[in-house]
Nanobody
Framework: QVQLVESGGGLAQTGGSLRLSCAAS????????MGWFRQAPGKEREFVAG???????HYADSVKGRFTISRDNAKNTVYLQMNSLKPEDTAVYYC???????????????????WGQGTQVTVSS
C-alpha cells in the first residue's frame, strides 16, 4: 500500500505561483512513476504532469512551460511548481502513483494504482 497526501494548494492571483507537494508513505514509493492530475467543477479529471523514477518528465500542453514536476526520492515526495497561473488552472489537484518506474503511460488515469485525496487550487482573475 502507498498512501499519498497532497499539500500546498490555496488561493493565488493570475500570474502568481503555488507549489504543491505530495508525500508518499507506506511501502512502494521506490520505483514508482508519479503523476499530477486535476479536476475542475463539471469537468473530467485530466493529466497535468508525470515523472518517472529517474526524473524523466512529461507535461500536458496546457501547462508546458509554466509548471514543473520534480521529485525527491530520499524524501518520498513529488512536487508541482506552478507559475504564471491562470483562472483556468482552478481545480482540485491530485497526486497519483503507479507500479512502474518509466515515463510511459504517465498521462493515463487507468495506469495509476494509488491516488491522494486532492488539494484545491483557486486562481482569481
Amino acid at each position: 500500500q502507498v498512501q499519498l497526501v497532497e499539500s500546498g494548494g490555496g488561493l493565488a492571483q493570475t500570474g502568481g505561483s503555488l507549489r504543491l507537494s505530495c508525500a508518499a508513505s507506506g511501502r512502494g514509493f521506490s520505483g514508482h512513476a508519479m503523476g499530477w492530475f486535476r479536476q475542475a467543477p463539471g469537468k473530467e479529471r485530466e493529466f497535468v504532469a508525470g515523472i518517472s523514477w529517474s526524473s524523466n518528465t512529461h507535461y500536458a500542453d496546457s501547462v508546458k512551460g509554466r509548471f514543473t514536476i520534480s521529485r525527491d526520492n530520499a524524501k518520498n515526495t513529488v512536487y508541482l511548481q506552478m507559475n504564471s497561473l491562470k483562472p483556468e488552472d482552478t481545480a482540485v489537484y491530485y497526486c497519483a502513483a503507479r507500479y512502474a518506474p518509466t515515463i510511459e503511460l504517465v498521462s493515463l488515469i487507468p495506469a495509476y494504482d494509488y491516488w491522494g485525496q486532492g488539494t484545491q487550487v483557486t486562481v482569481s482573475s
